[in-house]
């Protein structure tokens, strides 16, 4: 199985800041990866898809890169809308497998 | 629009079985993919089983945490997908959410609001 790992497990930043969360595939992904945003009690909402494309309706503050094992996601201009935990998910192969999780705190 | 409607979550005692239907609308659902998801409460992200459409075989996919308890399955002429799981574990206890996978891109598409199931004794 590809092990995914995600950090910083939790983030503090303040409005305004640039904010960056990494994602380590235990195996080349080539560039099948996502990120999704949650918040508390809702359903997951994708941000980005195949790595660095936006999805429709997604704020451009949010943009990713990567490809193979090492992949960032990150927020150009944090909102106080932004506190949320964000995951990455590999889907290049199964099982599909998720990273821990960073919550990201606004301070 | 599409919807996806799951149910069948609830109390159940472990060992015993429970099936999550997903109610679907707006597509054509035997054309496409269905995945299940999972997320314990105060965890993180877990994806639990795939079906791919009728034109592809009806092929399944399970993660090992659930293999050889848990069954995917699909009736496309209800338009339902259904996710019968066996001997449940307090470990099952989560919200599951049922997905339809894009045709191009399995991240994209489209999540239910999800059914939360209770394993306790």
């Known amino acids: 199985d590809i092990q995914m790992t995600q950090s910083p497990p939790t983030l503090s930043a303040s409005v305004g800041d640039r904010v960056t969360i990494t994602c380590r595939a235990s195996?080349?992904?080539?560039?099948?990866l996502a990120w999704y945003q949650q918040k508390p009690g809702k359903v997951p909402q994708l941000l980005i898809f195949?790595?660095?494309n936006l999805e429709y309706d997604v704020p451009s503050r949010f943009s990713g890169s990567g490809s193979g094992t090492e992949f960032s996601l990150s927020i150009s201009s944090l909102q106080t809308d932004d506190s949320a935990t964000f995951y990455c998910?590999?889907?290049?192969?199964?099982?599909?497998?998720f990273g821990q999780g960073t919550k990201v705190e606004i301070k | 629009e599409v919807r996806l409607v799951e149910s069948g979550g609830g109390l159940v005692r472990p060992g015993r079985s429970l099936t999550l239907s997903c109610v679907t609308s707006g597509f054509t659902f035997s054309d496409h993919d269905m995945s299940w998801f999972r997320q314990a409460p105060g965890k993180g992200l877990e994806w639990v089983a795939f079906i791919s459409s009728k034109t592809f075989g009806e092929k399944r996919e399970y993660a090992a945490s659930v293999k050889g308890r848990f069954v995917i399955s699909r009736d496309n002429s209800k338009g339902i997908a259904y996710l019968q799981m066996n001997r449940l574990k307090t470990d099952d206890t989560a919200t599951y959410y049922c997905?339809?996978?894009?045709?191009?891109?399995?991240?994209?598409?489209?999540w239910g609001q999800g059914t939360l199931l209770i394993v306790s004794s």
């Open positions: 997905t339809k996978p894009d045709y191009y891109d399995a991240s994209r598409g489209f």
């Open positions: 998910q590999q889907y290049d192969s199964f099982p599909w497998t």
């Open positions: 195996q080349s992904i080539r560039d099948n």
């Open positions: 195949k790595a660095s």
